[in-house]
């Protein structure tokens, strides 16, 4: 077992191994003891693990309750946050029960805001289900819901109690969600690992579903180390953004509809190596890109996607931050005003 402490004001660990679902019950027992725990789902993850976290629960003396909700990003609304809050008023759930987040970063994200709203915060617990929420979402104590006006439009900081991830729930996730959080376990080599880069060059994508239960705590530490150093994102947890000045404005540009994120943060993050890495740095990353059928490009035309930028929500005033990995392994944060930044692209 992998544990992983996050030294944050509220600090908790994370703890990584194959078939830990099966212990929920008794690893919450070793930190807090709520009457009742409440499983926060969506309709793909319930029929596969809600009965395992649920025996677990019972068995060490928890009553459970659960509520379920269907998939999807447009479940992520204040609608569905409204409902939890209904069904948490309806059980007669108190501040020492506890929510229990059980699937992806939709699952993670709502039922984090939920716990940090609801009587004003009571304790969660995350229970990852899919890479992405593996490796980025459950890490870190951001939670949000989306506004129709945009995504993580309202949202707060809440650490978890603790992080249960059990790699072994990924053999039941689909190709094309592998595939998208692909795009960040490759940006944590590029900011931070280039051994971990190296890696993931070597693999393909059916070859690394042998390789999860190594490579999952090393995305988790690095991204614990960036945020145990900036807890609150006012500078280091920058750094995370590689790849995603682009990436939101290929997502923006299509309107959501054509990439998802992580394929959107793997073009991204090639085009800002195209343009401020060497060509071998470049080719590289194309290649190990495209290893997980990510995309090293796009159809979009560069100023149509450079005036995009301009409205990411990192800019501050008329200046732009945005990531370098050059060489790969390595992060680092620069400020330009936005036409300095567009100039950049004009070299080639
Ligand atoms: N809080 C943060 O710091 C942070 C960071 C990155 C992303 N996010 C958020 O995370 C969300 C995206 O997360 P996601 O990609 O996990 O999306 P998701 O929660 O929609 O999960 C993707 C799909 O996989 C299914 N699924 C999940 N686990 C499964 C499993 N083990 N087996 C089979 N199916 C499974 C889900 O039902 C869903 O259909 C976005 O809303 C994004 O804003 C948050
Ligand atoms: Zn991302």
Same mark, same amino acid.
């Given at each position: 077992?992998?544990?992983?402490?996050?030294?944050?004001?509220?600090?908790?660990?994370?703890?990584?191994?194959?078939?830990?679902?099966?212990?929920?019950?008794?690893?919450?027992?070793?930190?807090?003891?709520?009457?009742?725990?409440?499983?926060?789902?969506?309709?793909?993850?319930?029929?596969?693990?809600?009965?395992?976290?649920?025996?677990?629960?019972?068995?060490?003396?928890?009553?459970?309750?659960?509520?379920?909700?269907?998939?999807?990003?447009?479940?992520?609304?204040?609608?569905?946050?409204?409902?939890?809050?209904?069904?948490?008023?309806?059980?007669?759930?108190?501040?020492?029960?506890?929510?229990?987040?059980?699937?992806?970063?939709?699952?993670?994200?709502?039922?984090?805001?939920?716990?940090?709203?609801?009587?004003?915060?009571?304790?969660?617990?995350?229970?990852?289900?899919?890479?992405?929420?593996?490796?980025?979402?459950?890490?870190?104590?951001?939670?949000?819901?989306?506004?129709?006006?945009?995504?993580?439009?309202?949202?707060?900081?809440?650490?978890?109690?603790?992080?249960?991830?059990?790699?072994?729930?990924?053999?039941?996730?689909?190709?094309?969600?592998? @595939?998208?959080?692909? $795009?960040?376990?490759?940006?944590? *080599? +590029?900011?931070?690992?280039?051994?971990? =880069?190296? #890696?993931?060059?070597?693999?393909?994508?059916?070859?690394?579903?042998?390789?999860?239960?190594?490579?999952?705590?090393?995305?988790?530490?690095?991204?614990?180390?960036?945020?145990?150093?900036?807890?609150?994102?006012?500078?280091?947890?920058?750094?995370?953004?590689?790849?995603?000045?682009?990436?939101?404005?290929?997502?923006?540009?299509?309107?959501?509809? @054509?990439?998802?994120? $992580?394929?959107?943060?793997?073009? *991204? +993050?090639?085009?800002?190596?195209?343009? =401020?890495? #060497?060509?071998?740095?470049?080719?590289?990353?194309?290649?190990?890109?495209?290893?997980?059928?990510?995309?090293?490009?796009?159809?979009?035309?560069?100023?149509?996607?450079?005036?995009?930028?301009?409205?990411?929500?990192?800019?501050?005033?008329?200046?732009?931050?945005?990531?370098?990995?050059?060489?790969?392994?390595?992060?680092?944060?620069?400020?330009?005003?936005?036409?300095?930044?567009?100039?950049?692209?004009?070299?080639?």
């Amino acid at each position: 077992m992998h544990k992983i402490h996050v030294p944050v004001e509220n600090a908790y660990d994370i703890l990584i191994s194959r078939g830990i679902l099966k212990h929920t019950g008794e690893q919450i027992q070793k930190l807090i003891s709520p009457e009742t725990c409440v499983i926060i789902t969506d309709d793909n993850v319930d029929p596969l693990y809600s009965d395992i976290v649920t025996a677990s629960l019972e068995t060490s003396g928890f009553t459970v309750k659960k509520f379920m909700f269907p998939h999807g990003e447009s479940s992520k609304s204040a609608e569905t946050l409204l409902k939890i809050y209904s069904f948490l008023c309806a059980e007669e759930i108190t501040r020492s029960d506890c929510l229990i987040a059980l699937g992806g970063g939709v699952v993670g994200d709502i039922t984090g805001f939920a716990a940090a709203t609801f009587l004003r915060g009571m304790p969660y617990i995350q229970i990852p289900t899919s890479l992405l929420a593996q490796v980025d979402s459950s890490v870190g104590g951001k939670t949000a819901i989306d506004l129709p006006e945009g995504k993580n439009l309202v949202g707060a900081f809440k650490q978890p109690r603790l992080v249960l991830c059990d790699p072994d729930t990924l053999q039941t996730l689909p190709d094309r969600f592998l @595939t998208d959080g692909m $795009g960040e376990v490759i940006k944590y *080599g +590029m900011i931070a690992d280039y051994g971990l =880069f190296e #890696t993931l060059c070597g693999y393909d994508l059916e070859q690394i579903k042998q390789h999860f239960d190594e490579i999952i705590p090393i995305c988790v530490s690095i991204k614990r180390d960036v945020v145990a150093e900036d807890e609150l994102d006012t500078g280091k947890r920058m750094i995370l953004n590689f790849g995603h000045t682009i990436g939101h404005a290929i997502e923006a540009y299509y309107h959501y509809e @054509t990439y998802t994120h $992580g394929c959107a943060v793997a073009a *991204g +993050m090639c085009i800002m190596t195209k343009y =401020f890495g #060497t060509p071998e740095e470049y080719q590289k990353l194309k290649f190990c890109v495209e290893r997980y059928h990510l995309p090293s490009e796009v159809s979009a035309p560069l100023p149509d996607l450079l005036a995009l930028c301009g409205h990411d929500k990192k800019r501050t005033g008329s200046e732009l931050r945005y990531i370098i990995c050059s060489p790969p392994g390595s992060a680092e944060i620069r400020t330009d005003s936005l036409s300095a930044f567009r100039k950049h692209f004009e070299r080639i």
